[in-house]
């Protein structure tokens, strides 16, 4: 397999794909015409050389992925409302614009502070209720860490189970297997895409599987004795945590080594999870979203000589 250099995510009804700073938004619209938009992407931060230091990109390229992720599935929703908030004039449509870039924002943030809750604060938090048992202060960092990854499993399993997803995971897979297809030198059409594999190495549920293990590993070695001093180090680790994270992945991307692969497997099983089999029509969407940035043709044949 040959890294490629393109990923993507699913969105409503469809795939989104980015190729360097392009990216394109593929969605199947009710009536089953594939929709595609392709833009420019420039990251929030800028494009300095501090931006592309190791640790530092994985902070700026999660940051990215957040804003481009929301503005994909912004776009894909819009098909999918009413007709009469379609129909609006060029002033309504502009406040209404103004109006979803603030909400975008707002729920970025709000996500993030959830998920510092939910995955951070929360496990420490159930943690320091076995102190009173007589735990040594390593158990209880160990149990802290049993916690974050019980506690992650249990959203993953628990979003798996939610009907209304099952067609995103389905889109997730079709965005999986077309970046495999090519990656392994094979023409890019939809018999050869199905028989791709949906589970890849570079996908973000493996990503955040890294998080969660080397906050794991982290908070069990930095210990300060203030419980205040315990919130806020968990708190300022973040950036670090997803800049090591980020290292991992991206080396898996790129490597065929036995460690990394042994590293990468717990992730690609709960890709299991977070990828469904798509159909043919998403496969199409997926498709076009690949065509849409990147020349396959010439990186296939490139694979082949």
Known sequence: MRYSGIGGQAV???VMMKNKDTY??????????????????????????????????????????????????????????????????????AKKEKQEHVLMGGTIALSIVLAVAIFMLLPYWLSTLFAGLGWSDTAIAVMEGVLRVVIFLAY?????????????????GAEHKCINCIEHGMDLNVENVRKSSRLHKRCGTSFLFFVIMVSVILFIFIRVDSPLLRVLVRILLIPVIAGISYELIRLAGRSEGKVIGLLSKPGMLLQRLTTREPDDDMIEVGIASVEAVFDWKAYVQEIRE
Do not use: C
């Open 24 to 93: 394109a938004v593929a969605v199947r619209k009710s009536d089953g015409e594939i929709v595609v938009e392709k833009k420019e992407y420039k990251s929030i931060f800028g494009n300095g050389a501090v931006t592309r230091l190791p640790l530092v990109r994985g902070v700026v390229s999660f940051v990215d992925s957040l804003v481009l992720g929301m503005s994909s599935l912004s776009f894909s929703s819009s098909f999918f409302e009413e007709e009469e908030q379609k129909e609006l004039s060029e002033q309504q449509a």
């Open 156 to 172: 993953v399993v628990g979003i798996s189970l939610m009907k209304d997803i099952q067609r995103v995971y389905m889109y997730h």
């Open 12 to 14: 409503l009804e469809g």
